[in-house]
């Protein structure tokens, strides 16, 4: 008798594991995948269709597929936004402008107003975070590249070239991001992200590759002054960053490395995430502010080959003919999205030390110490 419960256990327990949240027998990639392409809010009406058909693990992929792609057909028009779309264009067009504006810009342009409107409206009635809704531009940009990389393959001629492409990708995610960001914040229910280490992580790196690739493309516009002037410009502005997050942490001073026998492997993992978050460490609330100090300072340093350029314009050191203006705009405008996105990413950041902090304190109380 109880040799047959146990198989029968064994038997429901299968079965149980071969449903995926759908109530759709399936395997489990065919799970995996389907929880991934459905939005949350979409699910119950994808769970009737499919337990109405009763299909196998190969048609509920098909039917789950077809589904999410009537769902972005018609959701397309209901989650379009006039204003922001053509926000999101002109920004677009300063961050792809060429020498001259052609078919290549134009294309760029279209491919990633495409991504973005996709975005909108496959999460269209979902309820996210702003924060998350600056994300899709990274998502519309990668779309944006595979369609430039199918063009340098198939039709090299409007293709745009590689460093306009680089320099408008990076130009584009910061200013696209600061766009949405800034318009959704106001009406949702979380600006921010939460203390998520990964996405909090991500997103402070994407900043830094874009703030770097913006430093590196200067020296296309600016008038040349003396030789070698982009080594100490980009390199002003990356010490400040940089002595501004050490002064954040108190560690100027050279530490020098310990051998430890016996170490709390957990409590290591978030003393190393807690430093690497641009927050101040706890107890030291009361510490000297030089650090934003620093931070001013390379953003100051970050805009210095913007005013040159207008200063030598208009002191006819050099003519506006010689002046690649397109790029020049491109540049500011990505020295002015990085400015509004940092205290974005600080909060952000701050979030972050302050969840790793109460995680060390509820596990101290685990602990009895």
């Known amino acids: 008798m109880q040799t047959v419960t146990s198989e029968k256990r064994n038997v429901e327990g299968q079965n149980t594991e071969a449903k995926n949240s759908l109530g759709v027998p399936s395997h489990r ?5 389907i929880d991934r392409i459905i939005p949350i809010h979409k699910r119950d009406d994808v769970q009737e269709v499919l337990e109405g058909k009763k299909a196998s693990a190969v048609g509920c992929v098909f039917w789950s597929t077809l589904w999410m792609i009537f769902m972005v057909i018609r959701q397309l028009w209901p989650a379009f ?68 990389i199918y063009e340098t393959v198939a039709s090299p001629s409007i293709a745009l070239s590689l460093p306009v492409l680089a320099r408008g990708t990076a130009t584009a995610l910061l200013m696209l991001s600061m766009v949405r960001v800034l318009f959704y914040a106001p009406r949702s229910y979380e600006p921010f992200v939460t203390g998520s280490p990964v996405l909090t992580y991500c997103m402070t790196w994407l900043w830094v590759g874009a703030a770097f690739t913006t430093m590196i493309t200067y020296q296309e516009y600016v008038p040349r002054l003396f030789p070698h002037q982009e080594f100490p410009m980009i390199n002003l502005t990356a010490t400040s960053f940089l002595i501004a997050f050490r002064l954040q942490k108190n560690a100027l ?74 790029q020049w705009a491109a540049n500011s405008g990505a020295v002015i999205g990085l400015a509004m996105l940092w205290p974005l990413i600080r909060k952000a950041n701050l979030k972050l030390a302050h969840a790793i902090l109460k995680r060390k304190q509820a596990r101290k109380r685990g602990l009895g110490l």
């Open 29 to 33: 990639l065919v799970v995996a995948f």
């Open 253 to 326: 001073e050279r530490h020098w490395s310990e051998t430890t026998i016996f170490q709390d492997t957990e409590k290591a993992k978030l003393d190393r995430w807690l430093y690497w978050t641009w927050s101040l460490p706890d107890a030291k609330a009361d510490e000297s502010r030089l650090h934003i100090l620093w931070e001013v300072l390379g953003f100051f340093f970050l805009a210095v080959p913007m005013i040159l350029t207008v200063i030598c314009w208009l002191v006819r050191y050099t003519p506006a003919s010689e002046i690649d203006w397109p």
């Open 81 to 148: 936004n006039f204003p922001l779309f053509l926000t999101e264009a002109a920004a677009l067009a300063v961050a792809f402008t060429d020498k001259v504006w052609g078919q290549q810009s134009v294309v760029a342009v279209t491919a990633a107003l495409t991504g973005l409107l996709l975005c909108d409206s496959y999460f269209y009635q979902t309820r996210r975070p702003a924060f998350y809704r600056g994300l899709d531009a990274a998502a519309a940009l990668v779309f944006m590249v595979v369609i430039e």
